[in-house]
């Protein structure tokens, strides 16, 4: 059974940082794409971040890109997401999320942590 | 960007009923769509990919449509488990994009 259990939330100040991290079991991590979505108070789901297979490839959404970092250690079957300059728009819950896309195989996947919960601070 | 309109934003329908929700691309994403369900507190929950392919232990009940830039989620006889908020979701091309949500509530 796939299990994403996503840690490292809390309370920040704005322009603080802050580092989630996402650790992985029940599949070959190493073989899939991996996403952070998020999702503000009361709000929509908001793609943030994809990191491939080998971790060479990286994507950010343009409001993050400078300031988020995602990365992955396939040895530790984990992805990360380093968050600073946070401001108090990134206040959200932070999923960790294997989303059908990226390559053929990843097309009919579709996996969920339960979140993370980060507040910045005015 | 692509950008993901859902409409209606917001629907009221009964136990029984069937409904339809429509998602436009902003421009040609092909068949890379896929629908997610949303209970509060939850993370959501994978319903169809490729538009309209069911994803296994999905019940039939619902269904997707559509190619191009036009988009259907159809829910059939509506249960109480299945009022909940639904997303559309393209990965065409970077950025991926979710459309805003539709809270399908209970009559």
């Known amino acids: 059974e796939v299990h994403l259990v996503e840690s490292g939330g809390d309370l920040v100040q704005r322009g603080g940082s802050l580092r989630l991290s996402c650790a992985a079991s029940g599949f070959t991590f190493s073989s899939y794409w991996m996403s952070w979505v998020r999702q503000a108070p009361g709000k929509g789901l908001e793609w943030v971040a994809n990191i491939g297979q080998d971790g060479n490839d990286k994507y950010y959404m343009d409001s993050v890109k400078g300031r988020f970092t995602i990365s992955r250690d396939n040895a530790k079957n984990s992805v990360f997401l380093q968050m600073s300059s946070l401001t108090v728009e990134d206040t959200a819950m932070y999923y960790c999320?294997?989303?059908?896309?990226?390559?053929?195989?990843?097309?009919?996947?579709?996996?969920w942590g339960q979140g993370t919960v980060v507040t910045v601070s005015s | 960007d692509i950008q993901m309109t859902q409409s209606p934003s917001s629907l009221s329908a009964s136990v029984g009923d069937r409904v339809t929700i429509t998602c436009r691309a902003s421009?040609?994403?092909?068949?890379?769509l896929a629908w997610f369900q949303q209970k509060p507190g939850k993370a959501p929950n994978f319903l169809i990919y490729?538009?309209?392919s069911l994803q296994s232990g999905v019940p039939s009940k619902f269904s997707g449509s559509g190619f191009g830039t036009d988009f259907a989620l159809t829910i059939s006889s509506l249960q109480p488990e299945d009022f909940a908020t639904y997303y559309c979701?393209?990965?065409?091309?970077?950025?991926?994009?979710f459309g805003q949500g539709t809270r399908l509530e209970i009559k």
């Open positions: 490729d538009a309209s």
């Open positions: 999320a294997i989303l059908p896309c990226c390559t053929h195989m990843q097309l009919s996947v579709a996996y």
């Open positions: 979701q393209q990965h065409k091309s970077y950025p991926i994009t």
């Open positions: 421009q040609d994403i092909g068949n890379a």
